[in-house]
């Protein structure tokens, strides 16, 4: 799908007792980036007066976290500022909404805020809350709510016509920064001029604004790939990228969500950079689930795909500072591709190896 370039609207971001867990990564992702709202703050009581930002990466961020709605509501009120969105930011196992939150959705709609939701309850069809925005003149957006099958595309081989070159954001987790590090090499590649698109697909890549994509967990499995491979054609035919970058989902191996298959059998990619959180001992959310070796996952995604993992992007959680340079340091030395924190470090480094594929390719 392709998304309105132009702001939806003001956003209060809901992800109480979750922000700065893996269980908030959405509200993450709006924090540090979005085209398609103003965040004006997150909802957080254990945070309460802090900057979201500055909790996150310890980059202030001017978006206060605040204890409730009411409490949000009537800070901005006071600076006259207007809030149009109440956006689901939390990511919990399964996808499903916490019963005391329905309450704090209709608090919202009580309020005159439309509500953006990208879990797999759809609130929408909660009598209750349809009925209440009904009344109100608002809209319950339910982000994964699948399309219409008739809109949706069977593999064709397409793929095959696209000349871009194809960057996919895999990871060894899930919930373990593969959007991010994908949002950060766009941001690089276009910092030097390289026209890059970015395929979102999960709801936090649309709630961003990302211009093409699906949303790969609310789609039937027969047009996973199909949609897939007609977001990054549609991609290329439109806006004529000279670096096309995907979002992974899930990890090839995690139990609960073993995602990444359909991206490298029906996006194609020509390399992989692979996100990977060197302090994690099992699958999130699933302890006795040991995560298999970085050796093993780069081995199983070489084999699938054909093409090369060129770089492993590291996620620093529960890492010292002091520690993250000689993790970088010894998975290059372990797997013999360059490995980087690109939220400490920035993407430079890893584009200029995204570069030096482009001019192998023939590419400038």
């Known amino acids: 799908m392709k998304t309105n370039e132009n702001l939806d609207g003001n956003a209060i971001v809901y992800c109480e007792r979750a922000y700065n867990t893996p269980n908030g990564k959405t509200a993450h992702g709006l924090v540090r980036f ?102 109100k003149g608002l809209h319950i957006r ?86 897939i491979e007609h977001a990054v054609w549609s991609a290329w035919k439109e806006a004529d990228p000279e670096v096309i970058v995907i979002e992974g989902q899930g990890s090839l191996m995690n139990p609960a969500y073993p995602g990444g298959f359909e ?15 060197p302090a994690r001992k099992d699958y999130d959310g699933f302890p006795g689930y040991p995560i298999q070796s970085l050796t093993t996952q780069i081995e199983a995604i070489e084999l699938l795909s054909g093409k090369p993992v060129v770089a492993v992007t590291v996620n620093h959680e529960n890492l010292g500072a002091d520690e993250i340079p000689l993790i970088c340091k010894a998975i290059e030395k372990d797997v013999g591709v360059p490995a980087l924190d690109v939220l400490l470090e920035g993407p430079d480094r890893l584009v200029k190896t995204l570069i030096s594929l482009n001019k192998k390719r023939g590419r400038s």
């Not at 006071?78 to 909404?97: E, M, S, Y």
């Not at 005159?112 to 939701?117: K, M, T, Y």
């Not at 016509?161 to 954001?169: D, F, N, P, Y």
């Not at 994908?182 to 390289?194: D, P, R, S, T």
């Open 263 to 277: 991206i490298l059998a029906a996006g194609r990619p020509d390399a992989v950079v692979l996100q990977h959180a």
């Open 34 to 135: 979005t085209n398609r709202y103003r965040v004006l703050s997150v909802i957080d009581s254990r945070y309460n007066g802090q900057d979201a930002g500055e909790v996150l990466d310890g980059k202030k961020t001017g978006i206060p976290l605040a204890a409730s709605l009411e409490k949000a509501l009537e800070q901005f009120r006071a600076q006259g500022l207007k809030a149009t969105h109440f956006v689901i930011g939390l990511t919990p196992d399964g996808g499903r909404l916490p019963d005391d939150a329905r309450n704090e959705v209709a608090l919202a709609l009580n309020n005159g805020l439309n509500v953006d939701c990208g879990l797999h309850d759809f609130l929408s069809d909660d009598i209750r809350l349809a009925e209440l925005a009904r009344k």
């Open 142 to 227: 339910d982000i994964r709510r699948p399309p219409d099958r008739n809109s949706l595309h069977f593999f064709s081989g397409k793929i095959e016509t696209v000349t871009a070159l194809k960057i996919a954001v895999l990871g060894t987790d899930s919930a373990v920064g593969k959007r991010t590090t994908a949002w950060k090499i766009v941001e690089g590649l276009h910092q030097i001029g390289l026209k890059t698109e970015m395929i979102g697909t999960g709801q936090t890549a649309w709630m961003q604004g990302a211009r093409y994509g699906l949303i790969m967990d609310s789609l039937i499995n027969d047009f996973v790939s199909g949609e």
